[in-house]
């Protein structure tokens, strides 16, 4: 894919993934591969990991800024297989080179990382831990 894997959060929204997407449940079982992924970072999904509109529901507010993003790795290319992992009630685990992107178009490179879903880290979109704080399921 020409565009190489990309993450961006959706303001307000899901996480929009697109790339060679393999996502896998917290069994290690695939779910799909795929082009396109709009997974839930709100919490409130119905269908986890999956979002399926519950953010407009709900209320949730995002700016899709990042805040604090872990240091890029600048001499990565993203291209590949991306593997994206959805923990039992805590973040989605990506391996594989990606360019994450925030709405202000500030991108870093990593190869490894954690995703929010459940809407409360205070690093969003990068998992903080806060998730086993507040006892989220899913």
């Known amino acids: 894919m020409s565009r190489g894997n990309r993450i961006t959060s959706i303001v307000d929204g899901p996480l929009h993934i697109v790339g060679q997407l393999e996502l896998f449940d917290s069994d290690g079982e695939l779910l799909e591969k795929s082009e396109e992924l709009y997974l839930c970072r709100c919490g409130n999904s119905k269908n986890k990991p999956y979002c399926d509109g519950q953010h407009k529901a709900t209320g949730f507010r995002d ?49 490894v990382g954690g995703l929010c879903r459940c809407q409360h880290s205070n690093n969003r979109p990068f998992c903080d831990g806060t998730h086993t704080k507040i006892g989220f399921t899913g």
């Open 63 to 111: 700016d899709g800024k990042f805040v604090i993003p872990p240091v890029s790795q600048d001499d990565l290319v993203s291209n590949g297989v991306l593997e994206i992992k959805v923990q039992a009630n805590g973040p989605l685990i990506f391996r594989g080179v990606a360019c994450i992107q925030d709405t202000q178009q500030k991108e870093i490179m990593r190869k």
